[in-house]
């Protein structure tokens, strides 16, 4: 990625309504250009979950809080709060929010992490006619009065819009604090009111861009360098994961907006990303090995308690079988964690007695029986399940899932499946492209197959940029899984562009906020044509440049907030802004998101690609970059290809003949020049016969070198 590339087109935030009045520059916290301020609770989005951080009001006293589009500081809403008859003199009212999913015991409440924020703020509209003092009131998940701060600040009565800033270092004067509460792990915060100016209050105030404003100074989403973006947003999404997590079982819930159903596929994502976070500094590596710990155990008794695989889901707490379900077992969500598992015991400075814990379950995970070698029905199956046995169905479309699964069994010792035996079992593939040919890209045979994010799967995982094409037998449509989902995004990006949809929002696989789960995608929307998936655009960063303002868009129009980008929204055909923003956060769209974000910027996938048994299984599955005449080598014939063809553009003129892999894109230039000479005298496995590979020709090397400056291609 080229982080220097100009700007596409670059939307602000909305300016503030007219007529409202801010205290001071400082206290304009609202929808502003600056990414460290973190909408929470503003009334912008419409459905159940009202703040960001996925919750809802808990319970109140003598007021009742309604989302209102009459009166706005900023935005198109904010929250009325009405008095339920008046606030007696010296009496009090308040709103009561949660911060996530609320259980009946402190052990299913999500806890958030507030000490990653240097404040809080918010802003209210008095329209009692009667001064009155506000409280900010926090509680962490055990829920109790006796550990509580509190922070008070009076509020006079004008109509005027007066801010209140609220610093989240308990230790600042002004607040009082009751016990020992546990900011890491808050789950409430309460907005009280208080009648104690000598008068009743009676009537209604409002309360808008309720914030947290995140250390280290502004961000301006407009200007900032986009790797600045990226890594302040993939933080924010990585504490989010890690602050839900179970803490002594280590399972992450699929929902945030439920702590009960503990999921392999969040979980999986937590553990692959933990070391890099660790080295990073986000993470001690004390609690990284406390958290792994806790995670074999908790795998061990779901092997132990299950047939093949650790269930797909369990209860966070006791690991029981959630019900209703079949007690499943999915390959592609087991096959997600044995990678990660795989990744973790390779890394610098894990215990040796941890690594060989993690090696010891990540051995007993058994993809040998999900593996279906007859006929027809040949690929991986779907599940077990405890109710139905194995699943008649298989992976059997162009996607990421039948190649995360050969990877991870073919690393497996004790149920090791050989990477060739299903790598290439999805036969439902066809070349498509919404725009032309120039970015013609292989997906599904089916259209309701096509979310981005089953493109990104493996490159999530593993890097393949520095291969050529997999070994699909029909070469017309064997392909890169990296290379394609580049080609995928890029496509994407200039479909929506042509249709007036602005900025690559794209639809991705989720629920479009009604409940309404399907694989949505630039080529399938169910009916829902104004649906995009902001979260998305962290997959289409990794494969276009262009995807740059599409994510500064995103932030510009406030699709984030404490957990990240959000889940869904809406956003008319014409137009440039988002409507119906709903923060539903199902958490593996965010790992996927978070996941993209490290990958981008640290470049993870190519640490684990550069195993010497990854590499060893990849190599087995894929010809060599730079092999253009598919013969077993980089030679001579591969530099003459090139330089034969030098300035053919291959989308109008048809790949060259004998060009049979590693297919070029657009102009045959200095990067196929580059995957020749980078690669020469590279040859694959079996060995042709011990024939030296021939030098490349005098005039043709000179010139060759001359034009080679070491670059290596890009992923994009």
Known sequence: MDWRKPLCLILRRIAPTAGAVCLSASSALGLSSDLSVVPFWDGETSEGLRNRYGGNSAVSSGVLTQRTESVALNGAASLGVATLGSIPLNGSAFTQWTLGPIGSTPGLTQARDLTRYDAAAFSLRNETGEPFTVTYEIKDDRNSNAHVARWSQLIDASTDWQTVNVPLDLGAPGWTVIGNPDLTRASRVTYGFSANQGTAVTGTFFIDDAVFVEPG????????????????????????????????????????????????????AVLKMLPGAVQRGWVSSVEAEQHVTNLVASLNTMLDQGMYLPQRYVRTTDLSPVPGIGGEESSIDAAFM????????????????????????????????????????????????????????????????????????????????????????????????????????????????????????????????????????????????????????????DYFASIGRGELL??????????????????????????????????????????????????????????????????ATGT??????????????????????????????????ALPEVRAALDVVFHLAGDYNLNGQVEQGDLDLVLQNWGLDVAASGVPTGWLNDRPRGVVDQAELDRVLQNWGDSEAPDFGGASVPEPGAAFAIWAVSLWRGRHRSRS
């Open 217 to 268: 100074g502004s961000v301006d989403v407009a200007t900032a360098p986009v790797n600045v973006l990226a890594e302040r947003v993939a933080r924010r999404q990585w504490d989010g994961l890690w602050s839900a997590r179970h803490r002594d079982t280590g399972l992450v819930p699929l929902h945030n907006t439920s702590n009960e159903r503990g999921a392999m596929n969040t979980s999986s």
């Open 338 to 493: 044995a990678l990660a598992l795989h990744q973790y015991k390779n890394s610098p400075g894990v215990s040796p007695a941890l690594a060989q814990a993690v090696d010891d379950v990540q051995n007993r995970f058994n993809f040998t029986a999900f593996s279906d070698t007859v006929g027809s029905t040949r690929g991986w199956k779907f599940a077990y399940r405890t109710d139905t046995g194995l699943t008649d169905g298989t992976y059997n479309s162009y996607s990421g899932e039948p190649w995360v699964i050969s990877l991870a069994a073919a690393l497996s010792d004790d149920f090791h499946v050989p990477i060739e035996t299903q790598w290439n079992s999805a036969v439902f593939r066809t070349k498509d492209s919404l725009t032309g040919a120039d970015d013609e890209h292989l997906v599904s045979t089916f259209d309701q197959f096509r979310p981005p994010f089953v493109q990104w799967l493996l490159p999530m995982f593993v890097d393949t940029s520095d291969r050529g094409h997999d070994t699909y037998p029909v070469l017309s449509i064997a392909g890169n899984p990296e290379d394609n989902a580049a080609a995928y995004q890029r496509d994407v990006n």
């Open 506 to 571: 794209q639809p991705d696989a989720g629920d479009n906020g009604f409940g309404n789960y399907q694989q949505f995608s630039a080529y399938m929307d169910f009916g829902d044509a104004e649906l995009f998936m902001p979260w998305a655009v962290t997959l289409a960063l990794l494969g276009d440049p262009d995807a740059e303002s599409a994510f500064r868009q995103h932030l510009a129009n406030d699709l984030e907030g404490p957990l990240g980008l959000a889940d869904t929204a809406y956003q």
């Open 576 to 609: 440039n802004e988002p409507y119906n923003v709903r923060a539903f956060l199902d958490f593996w769209n965010t790992s996927l998101s978070t996941m993209a974000l490290v990958d981008l910027l640290y470049d993870e996938a190519a640490g684990f690609a």
